[in-house]
T-cell receptor, first 113, second 116 residues
């Protein structure tokens, strides 16, 4: 079945710096790659997603890139702020009959003021 | 209330108890999901209901029993749980279309379950 690897598991940056989180997936038929942010004690919330027919997508300080050939996608956060501190999960929607989301293990991002 | 709601938010139960978790979505979606979130593990998909029909059961032990009476409500019945079942149980919903479509999953706030 589909497997999603996410790195790093923890990331600490200074306010204003950039943060990059990387994920790889195994199912070449996967076609949808969302990123969720989960603040402490709260529910996961979608922050950005990308479809397999697009290589890059940007929304203000957040961008996601997709390399279908290498089967990896990345989240880029620029000009980080303390409120960006949270756990970030990548996910891949498989190409199988159900196509359910498979999540990575998460990256705990800490932004130090 | 809007979005996806879950009750109770916290639950402590003994191994011999029977309890149920409830999820309700107010988004008009046709698919609902149960996930288990444990420390240092990825979100684990447990069950999927699409148009009220269970379409996925990821080898979940029979002590977890889902029920989906309609497209807006989802229950998870718990019986004879083990301490290792302690986790955050998240419900989610989405609007699914044809095979291969992709739509955002909206999560509920979760139920923090502790099994003594």
């Amino acid at each position: 079945g589909e497997n999603v690897e996410q790195h790093p598991s923890t990331l600490s940056v200074q306010e204003g710096d950039s943060a990059v989180i990387k994920c790889t997936y195994s199912d070449s038929a996967s076609n949808y790659f969302p990123w969720y942010k989960q603040e402490l004690g709260k529910r996961p919330q979608l922050i950005i997603d990308i479809r397999s027919n697009v290589g890059e997508k940007k929304d203000q300080r957040i961008a996601v890139t997709l390399n279908k050939t290498a089967k990896h996608f990345s989240l880029h956060i620029t000009e980080t702020q303390p409120e960006d501190s949270a756990v970030y999960f990548c996910a891949s929607k498989g190409g199988g009959s159900q196509g359910n989301l498979i999540f990575g293990k998460g990256t705990k991002l800490s932004v130090k003021p | 209330e809007t979005g996806v709601t879950q009750t109770p938010r916290h639950l402590v139960m003994g191994m011999t108890n029977k309890k149920s978790l409830k999820c309700e979505q107010h988004l008009g979606h046709n698919a609902m999901y149960w996930y288990k979130q444990s420390a240092k593990k990825p979100l684990e998909l447990m069950f999927v209901y699409n148009f009220k029909e269970q379409t996925e059961n990821n080898s979940v032990p029979s002590r977890f029993s889902p029920e989906c009476p309609n497209s807006s409500h989802l229950f998870l019945h718990l019986h004879t749980l083990q301490p290792e079942d302690s986790a955050l149980y998240l419900c989610a919903s989405s609007q699914e279309g044809v095979r291969g479509s992709y739509n955002e999953q909206f999560f509920g706030p979760g139920t923090r379950l502790t099994v003594l």
